[in-house]
């Protein structure tokens, strides 16, 4: 049989569609469902890349017995949190109060008031490691539901009330200066890993925009420490296990703190940010490693990721069929000596196992390893490397490979959108730039659609039901911004404009706070504001930085305003917890530092178009193609000196003298 999820458009709730249990996609008709019946909802939350949740599903989902039980008792709910991020927020922020950690897949009974009264994330089918089964919770809530109602209504009502006392009210901080960049930089370098590069213990997750703070704290200050700790962290990510080796790509996070074995699941947001990252690397210090990765990172998007319609799809699993047919983790990836023998022969087997740290014990699971690049300390026969990398690459694709996850998030397609254009331009690529350009359309044309409001996700060029949350219009304006500095098409910046003008609109508080939900979208228990930046950019991050630059091409005091309220998180949370704000850092660099406007009357992609979009100036905003046209505010009444191409470069409302040299044009964006 397939249940109620048969119609929709998101992968995860699809892989339940022939589930024996009854399921319900997030709706009114799911909560007037057990008003009628009297019984709890169960809330599911999980996605398609959740090696947890596959097993949950396996162990209790696709279990008969259990399934006729949740269907008698409960109306069970299935949430994609990457289609409805809002609804997975507000019941995470539930969970961790209550338990004190989160996670997915993430398991909570609620009352036909969608209040939460009882959390957990995975259950086992039978009890383990101090947990119960799956089964004894559900006739434990049953119990408490039959006998003690009350008791239950109270607990929920209680949860909901405690939720709604966090209201954020970090609007009235001020702005964040010098102070609080430096503090930010000093707790920074405490929690640095001087000797594995990355911050923190294990499990350990690619710093991004950490990172991307730390190059422009370098560039604006000249910090060595900055540009050091973002150096060697980007050199051990690249060289570990948490980079592939043959393909390129990064995988989700290491579970050790020495980068040695990931989680191997690959996120489309990681790849995106950690393209930009090393492309940035690249532009500040000319590394070659930085610039093979951007370029084998962005490849590795088009290649697995990119879609029939032109966007890009959210993730490759982290599971998929072994040798002997059966569904394991990184079985795609991973390699034993043996099977190096087998396809290179003794003496490159061994020259791979040297090279790429396999060991006869292996790194991994049953003596297999996962590939890395150790030996800094030696020189080594590049062709030979090649050779062996390109002969194991091509038997690798050979094997079963990890299950995608078609639909495409708005807010993701935004950042490789950014990603995309700003390596195609640095690296002369111009395919790359039109596969950026190609993700834009698909936005405009199918996640705005008339209404110029976005849709979260489509799948297929259809989209789905869930309205666009903050993240997705600060990232997409982001992406556009980044696409109209590239290609010198000011289109994309009137489409950061209409993205950004819904955003002050409908998501912005007193105050200068925002939130993650529009005014006019769905009501939930509480609506969700978090301005913390943890896997993406928070939403309140996002729109800062987009909101800024937007602000610095056209001159919008409103633009400005909202940014700088916004910005007062930043001052807030950047000294105390900078691992968290790392986007809203980067942005209040940006602030600090102009940002510069710069104007390139001329051709774009001549080399002083060039030149100014490899100035490090922080958050430096580009306008390029001929005077006198009205796409690009900063392009008016700026002429050519002399027939020959020209730049201007204004900050803080006073602009330098304009320049036709590309050399002192480098000099006055150096930071």
């Given at each position: 049989m397939s249940n109620r999820l048969a119609q929709v458009t998101s992968p995860y709730l699809l892989q339940h569609a022939d589930n024996p249990v009854d399921w319900w996609p997030w709706s009114p008709e799911a909560f007037e469902e057990a008003r009628s019946r009297n019984v709890p909802v169960l809330l599911s939350v999980g996605y398609a890349s959740c090696h947890w949740c596959h097993v949950m599903a396996h162990e209790s989902f696709e279990d008969e017995e259990v399934a006729a039980y949740l269907n008698a008792h409960f109306v069970p709910v299935k949430v994609d949190r990457e289609e409805r991020p809002d609804v997975d927020a507000v019941y995470m922020e539930a969970v961790q109060a209550a338990t004190g950690q989160g996670g997915w897949p993430m398991t909570v009974f609620l009352t036909a008031d969608a209040e939460p009264f009882y959390f957990g994330t995975y259950f086992p089918p039978e009890p383990r490691h101090g947990m119960p089964s799956f089964r004894q919770v559900l006739e434990g809530v049953v119990s408490a539901w039959t006998d003690r109602l009350d008791e239950v209504t109270e607990v929920a009502g209680r949860i909901v009330r405690d939720l709604a006392g966090r209201s954020l009210a970090h609007g009235g901080e001020g702005l964040p200066g010098e102070p609080e960049l430096a503090q930010a930089l000093l707790a920074l370098s405490r929690e640095y890993d001087e000797k594995h590069g990355g911050f923190g213990g294990a499990p350990k997750f690619p710093p991004s925009m950490t990172i991307e703070f730390l190059l422009r704290h370098h560039a604006r200050t000249g910090a060595e420490g900055a540009l050091q700790m973002a150096a060697d962290t980007c050199e051990a990510m690249a060289r570990g296990g948490m980079y592939d080796q043959l393909a390129g790509g990064f995988a989700r996070y290491s579970v050790d703190r020495e980068w040695v074995v990931p989680h191997f699941e690959k996120m489309l947001y990681d790849n995106a940010l950690l393209c930009r990252v090393y492309a940035h690397l690249w532009r500040a210090t000319g590394s070659e490693l930085a610039r093979r990765v951007a370029l084998e990172t962005a490849d590795f998007m088009v290649r697995e990721l990119r879609t029939a319609e032109g966007g890009f799809a959210s993730a490759l699993d982290a599971d998929s069929e072994d040798s002997g047919g059966k569904h394991v983790e990184g079985a795609f990836y991973v390699w034993t000596p043996a099977q190096l023998r087998e396809v290179l022969g003794e003496e490159d087997a061994a020259f791979a196992s040297e090279y790429f740290g396999v060991t006869e014990?292996?790194?991994?699971?049953?003596?297999?390893?996962?590939?890395?690049?150790?030996?800094?300390?030696?020189?080594?026969?590049?062709?030979?490397?090649a050779d062996v990398r390109a002969r194991l690459l091509a038997t690798r694709e050979e094997r079963a490979r990890p299950g995608r996850d078609d639909k495409v998030v708005a807010a993701w397609n935004g950042l490789a959108i950014a990603a995309l254009a700003e390596t195609g331009a640095y690296f002369d690529r111009p395919d790359l730039i039109e596969r950026a350009t190609e993700a834009a359309d698909l936005l405009v044309r199918v996640h705005m659609g008339d209404v110029a409001r976005l849709a979260r996700t489509s799948k297929d060029g259809r989209t789905g039901d869930n309205a666009g949350v903050l993240e997705d219009y600060g990232d997409v304006a982001e992406g556009f911004l980044a696409l109209a500095a590239v290609t010198g098409?000011?289109?994309?910046?009137?489409?950061?404009?209409?993205?950004?003008?819904?955003?002050?609109?409908?998501?912005?508080?007193?105050?200068?706070?925002?939130?993650?939900?529009?005014?006019?979208?769905?009501?939930?228990?509480?609506?969700?504001?978090?301005?913390?930046?943890?896997?993406?950019?928070?939403?309140?991050?996002?729109?800062?930085?987009a909101l800024l630059s937007y602000a610095a091409h056209t001159g919008s005091e409103a633009h400005r305003t909202a940014a700088e309220g916004a910005l007062g998180v930043v001052k807030a949370l950047g000294p105390r917890v900078p691992r968290f704000i790392g986007w809203g850092l980067a942005v209040a660099e940006a602030l600090l530092d102009g940002p510069r406007e710069v104007a390139v009357t001329g051709p774009v992609g001549g080399e002083l178009h060039r030149t100014a979009l490899l100035g490090r100036a922080p958050g430096a905003v580009v306008a390029a193609g001929a005077t006198g046209g009205t796409e690009f505010p900063l392009l008016v009444d700026r002429p050519m000196v002399d027939g020959a191409p020209t730049a201007y470069v204004c900050r803080h409302f006073v602009c330098d003298a304009p320049t036709t040299d590309a050399q002192e044009l480098a000099r006055r964006l150096g930071g």
């Open positions: 014990e292996g790194t991994f699971e049953e003596g297999a390893s996962v590939l890395q690049l150790p030996r800094t300390d030696v020189a080594v026969d590049a062709d030979r490397a098409e000011g289109v994309w910046l009137e489409f950061a404009g209409f993205l950004l003008d819904i955003v002050l609109q409908h998501f912005t508080g007193e105050g200068g706070q925002l939130y993650d939900t529009a005014d006019d979208a769905e009501q939930l228990i509480r609506r969700p504001q978090d301005p913390t930046d943890s896997a993406t950019p928070a939403g309140w991050t996002a729109a800062a930085g």
